[in-house]
């Protein structure tokens, strides 16, 4: 039996894609003519792949091992093709690179700007997203986390650690005065990350325990974007925690209260899978942000 070999390449993106139609997308192709590849495939094979239904695909047994297969040569594929890469030793093609929204959008789009005049064979497509993407199924290639990895077949190697200090604008102190001591933010008005913040980010919420025993105060205002936090407390409608990188991207529209109060602090890592662990690019971006995601750099240490 004889198997078309871009069937099966079209077989693997549906797999890991989870339906047709982002399938279709990923491969710049209608829908129609991708549906149409894959039941040629099964005709081939003499058996189903996939269990159609209203909330999308499911694989079959026959699917499954299908998928273990072509998971298996992609892999290949993609080790021979770092390897080529490699033996040229110019760092070139694409990076996805995912991280939060606020450290993203802020200080990291800044600072790929110099790497990106260093490396200009090399494009970054930069994903923000506070909800981590899944390295493994392929929605990235790696990324900047702000907790310990959790699976075990990512590389992770260990980067600055961000912390965290009480904020507010000018305007909101002259309004409200200047809180001398936790207990004091019980008369002023906090802003908060909120209930919305993922597991890894809970802790961010830290500054709305401060100066009290009880439970824990409600915010005046909550936005779930650290960033959205920061246009907020810029704009003087309160107190609020921000990360270091933040308040050095604010210069002097903030200002830092309590400078001795331990906040939140997050290690920061690289993270990316272990099957591009040959790929130059990749570790040309790894030791760009191990030489630049410094305290300093980072702005901690502002007082």
Known sequence: ???????????????????FTEAARRLKQSQPALSRQIIALEEALGAKLFH????GLALTNEGEQLR????????????????IEATRNRPTGEIKLTTTVSFGSSWLAAQLAHFVDMYPDIRISLILGDEERD????EADCAIRFHKPHQADLIQRPLATIRHRLCAAPSYLERFGIPKTPEELLQHRMIAYGTE???YLRSINWALDLGHDGPTREPV??????????????????????PSYLIRHAGDKVRVLLPDLQGA????YFVYSSELKGSVRVAALRDFLI?????????????
């Open 1 to 19: 039996m004889s198997i078309d070999w871009d069937k099966l390449r079209l077989f693997h993106a549906v797999a890991s894609a989870g339906s």
């Open 52 to 55: 159609r239904h209203a909330r």
């Open 68 to 83: 273990l297969t072509t998971a298996r040569m992609a892999d290949e594929i993609e080790r021979t093709r770092s390897s």
């Open 135 to 138: 390295l493994a199924r392929h």
């Open 197 to 199: 913040a993922p597991a």
């Open 221 to 242: 205002l909550s936005v779930n974007s650290s960033f959205g936090v920061l246009q907020a407390v810029e704009a003087g409608a309160g107190i609020a925690a921000l």
């Open 265 to 268: 602090v997050f290690q920061t």
């Open 291 to 303: 030489e630049q995601m410094t305290p300093a750099n980072l702005g901690d240490g502002i007082r």
